[in-house]
C-alpha cells in the first residue's frame, strides 16, 4: 500500500508544479530527449559504453533545456492563443502554418546552434546550415505535418508537449545522424587525402641511399691507388 500511495503523490505533485510552471515541464522533458537522441544516435552508429561522446551528448542536453523548450513553449502557446479550438481542420491549419514559420526556424536553429556549441565556427555554422537545411526540410514536410495535425487536433494542450516529445526522440535521432554524417564525410575525406602523402613519403625512404654507401666508392678508389 506504500509505493501505490507514494506514486499517486508524486503523481498529484506533478499535475500541480505542471500545470503551474509549463515551461519548466517542457525543459524537463527536452533536457531528456536531447540527450537520448543523441544517445541513440551514436548507438546506431555501433558505438559501445567506452566510445560514447558523453561531451556531445551534454551539449544535446543544454541546447534542448535551454533553447529548444522555451522558443517551442512560445510557438505553442502563440498557435493556441490564435486558434484555441482543438479538432483536425486548425489541427491541419496549424500545423500549415508551422511548417512555413516555426520548422524553418527550428531546423536552422539546430545545425547552426549545435555546430557552434562544437566549436566549428560562425562560418562553419553557415556552411552546416546550407548543406544539411534544404534536405533535412524536404523530408520533415512529408512527416511533421501529419504528426503536428494529431498533435493540435487531438491532443489536449497541457499534453501537447509530451506527444511532442515522445515523436521528436525519432526525429532528432534522425537530424543528429544528419549532422554528424559532415563531419564522417570530411574525415574520410581527409584520410583519403593523408595516404598518397604517407605513401610518397614511404616510397621516398625506399628509395632514400643510406650516408654510408656513399662512401664506399671512395674507398674502393683509395684503394685502388
Known sequence: MVVPATVNFLKSKWRIFASAHPLAKGVICYSVVFPTSCFLQQTIEGKDFKD??????????LFGSCYVAPTLYAW????????PQTNLR????????EQISYAPFATTSF??????????GFDGAVEEVKDKFPKTLEIAICIIPLLQTINFGLIPEPKRIFFNSFYNIFWLTFISHTHRMNDKAKAQQA??????RQQLKQFQHHLSVPKNESFIPKANNVLAL
Not at 558523453?54 to 544535446?60: A, D, E, K, T, V
Open 90 to 97: 486548425v489541427g491541419a491549419l496549424k500545423a500549415a502554418v
Open 191 to 196: 584520410q583519403l587525402q593523408a595516404q598518397p
Open 76 to 83: 505553442l502557446r502563440c498557435a493556441s492563443t490564435m486558434w
Open 111 to 120: 545545425y547552426f546552434g549545435m555546430s557552434l556549441l562544437e566549436g566549428k
Open 52 to 61: 560514447y561522446d558523453w561531451m556531445r551528448i551534454l551539449r544535446y542536453g
